[in-house]
């Protein structure tokens, strides 16, 4: 077909009355040319006219025939459509409202989970080269270690000799004074290679980034000053440029100030290049190629891929074994793993927020259930009108695409009202992500999440209006009663809510598990009685405080005077309060063991502590001593053990009056104690390998207040602070909270996911439930003769109930066995499926996907919010008076 | 969309046909709906008659796809009509519709007259 000239083709659409009128006048004047010759012919006028309008056929449907010859005919037909649907929707507002808002509700909430996933999962990294950057780890899996870090003398050669690395750079945190300001101040210092920056693509925002020169030894030291320092510490003094501060009895100028750009991987108050820090430049860790621990990341040359990049830096790794054996183990090189940097901030959150995308899909699926209800309960009321307009002419293609646009323009209007709910709801949504993962900064309502939205209510409100045609099918019988019951239409109900059922039982079973996963998490022994234990941080000031005896001058008074006070039964200090998830390991040195050199060093968890910690906590001695007051600076060193620890390097016999050091053999320490282990990082995790050193011998400028009370730990706060004060007026304590607050932070995350899981859960529930009632109310409305009838033939309201109740329960039950079928099929197939590595029943804690008491508990609830939606129907039903039912025709 | 029969003529015609008929009517000279009509009847002596309301839907095909072109003007009776005339492409398309109509004749008579 050629295609008509541009301004003719319009003209009928945007001059629509005009054409019309034309329309008209050309078939009126045929209609009198014939008629004029049909009365030459001899007919009478009248029948002339009559005749030639039965010559000509079905005026109407001609002139619609014409109709559909103009090219933008279906543009004019769809808007009938849409004016004509908007119509309909008014004529109904309390159905059309419901149906909106249901799928708004639906629609809403896929568009808030899709913006979090948008923004953790699928938006790129806000680095610069974000997808080339991968982070590096070393694994000695013979030594039973995994992630022992790189370094410094590997580092260095594996900067200077990779060749699908474009960039190699390492980081470590430490905390350190910053003098020069008004106050001494603790900062947290990011110590970086020098390229650090320029890897992950970000530019400072004033002045310069470290260059190789900074990184050399015996350098002049520099700092990066982070932007949220800048603002908050340095009042975003534009002259920082140049400035000085004193760090480490060192003078450091400020050379830049960084964007506000997330970092990676802390977020630190300023950065220093590896020379600045007296720790990693000090020859015994910068020579020692043993000395490892430092995190690393490397950036891949463009066209390199990851497995060319980990196979090359293996084959450095096992260059490197071959050239100095006596750093290595005897089984040979460390293993290199490469793992993108997107990858590992993301993998441990994306099964939850696959788990999440699934359950809102299955709540939309329920509320477009719903909807679909209600316009089937609609559709046989508009019966009348489709039969009527299928008599005018109209084709069944017609009427079904009118249905369909009627659906579309019901999920278009949800679609638009659930992006608003979910818009509101983004700040919600990141304080959420926030607790799971880092990149919740991320998330927005993106122009992709957008469209992916409004794709969905559209598909959403086609299946609707496709729904409807499978309905509207009338026959041309206009005889038929105004309130004749649809069979088809209540049986296809019927599967819906069913269906409804079903979907409701797979989410109800999901966060059941999640719910029972997590109490199982809560209930772990932590391996410390956590009740009662009141926590606060005391930071000495540092020049204050400029001698280890002054420290531990303080401290110990501390210690006897809050002993000391009414309701406290037990008091310490440490420098890291269990579960609160701040300890690394760090290498240590054991005599024994010290001549099988080359060895991978042991890591341990290192913690100060004074004597009565265990005693605070409540952790028990299984060998040998806890700390006492003899334990100081004229004693010999001491330490003590994690069983974990002394479990791992010393499986049979003892490890009291074994020695390690610290400091690469400079010092040792004698194991004078074994303690039970304490879960540090998570509770879902193994115990890790700790040792515990005291205070007396390792003074220590902060740390954190324990105390045990008799009653109930808020109410120490004001004598702490009073105490506190007695010593020192200008000491601050601060950051009081219980250790059960921070163990139940430590649980943050499975709760987020839990709750979410719940509260969509019963969402859909409710929505099963409304869907439900609506359906039996419709069901016991139409059947109101036929009930009126059994009752005046001698049927009791007992019976009619049992009628009305039979049928629920058939539902019910049908849709429980359909849905608790699923659920084992979905938790089945979920065990032996892995997302990325991760498998889904990993999110599951002590609890197997077919718990029985979970699946009989929402079997339960589901009857029982059966039994209540059919109550007002039932009572309905049984209050039928048999004589206006029969009346009533 | 296919000739509905609500009187039944002399000669079922199909699409293309009536297609070929306005063209070659409007080749002679422009004409409103209704004079086509009675002219096809004259030409073919009473043979063709036209389904009038088939022709109508034709006409504003043939006009959509360029073959003919629309003016109103006053008609012999001083009434307003609407005229229709062949356009050049429509000239071209006649000649090719021409073409295939005399080549299918041909052919049907081949085979009519096989013994």
Known sequence: MRFPKFPKALKPFLRRKESELELDDEVRFHLEMEARKLEREGLASGQARLEARRRFGGVDRVMEECRDQRPARFFETLLQDLRYGLRTFRRNPVSSAAAIATLALGIGANAAVFSVIYGVLLSPLPYGAGDRLVVVRQHAPTENQEDVGFSPPEIRDVQSSSTTLQDFVEYHRMWFTLLGGDEPQRVSTGVVSHQYFQTLGIQPAMGRAFVPGDEREGAEPVLLVSHEFWTQELASDPEILGSTFEMNDRVHTVVGVLPPLPQHPHANDVYMPTSACPFRSAPRVAENRVARGYYTLGRLLPEVSLEQARAELQGLADGMAAKNPEAYPPSGSLEIELEPLHQALTKDVKPALMLLLVTVGLVLLIACANVASLNLAQLSSRRRELVLRRSLGAGRRRLARQLITEGALLGLAGGLLGTLLAAGAVNLMTAFASRLTVRAAEIRLDPWVILATLLLSISCGLLLGLMGTLQANPRTNLGAPQGASPRDATSLRRWLVLGQLAVSAVLLVGAGLMVRSLLNLRGVEAGFEAENVLTAEVNLNWTRYDSPEKRLAFFRRLLEDLRAEPGVEGAALTSAVPLDGSLRPRPILIEAMAEDAGRIQPMAQPRIVTDGYFETLGIQVLEGRPFRLGDDGESPSVAILSRALARHYWPNGTALGQRISFDEGATWNTVVGIVADVKQRSLADEAQDEVYVPMAQNPMLSGRLLLRAARRPLELIRPVRRTVYGIDGEQPVVDFQTLEQIRSTSTEGPRLVALLLGLFALLALLITVAGLTGLLAFTVSQRVREIGLRMALGATPGGVRRMVLGQVMAITSGGLLLGGLASLVASYSLESYSLGGQELTGQLFGVEPHDPATFAAVGLLLLIAAALACWGPVRRATHIDPMSALRND | ?115
């Open chain 2, 1 to 115: 969309m296919g000739p509905r029969k609500t009187v039944p003529t002399k000669a079922d015609l199909l699409q293309g046909t009536l297609d070929l008929l306005i063209l070659k009517t409007l080749a002679l000279e422009s004409n409103h709906g209704w004079g086509i009509s009675q002219r096809i009847q004259q030409i073919s002596k009473e043979v063709l008659q036209v389904n009038q309301g088939s022709l109508y839907p034709a006409l504003h095909r043939l006009e959509n796809q360029g073959w003919i072109d629309a003016e109103w003007g006053q008609s012999e009776n001083r009434r307003r009509a609407k005229f229709y005339k062949l356009t050049p492409e429509g000239r071209l398309q006649l000649e090719k519709e021409t073409a295939n109509w005399k080549r299918l004749t041909a052919a049907v008579g081949r085979v009519l007259a096989a013994v």
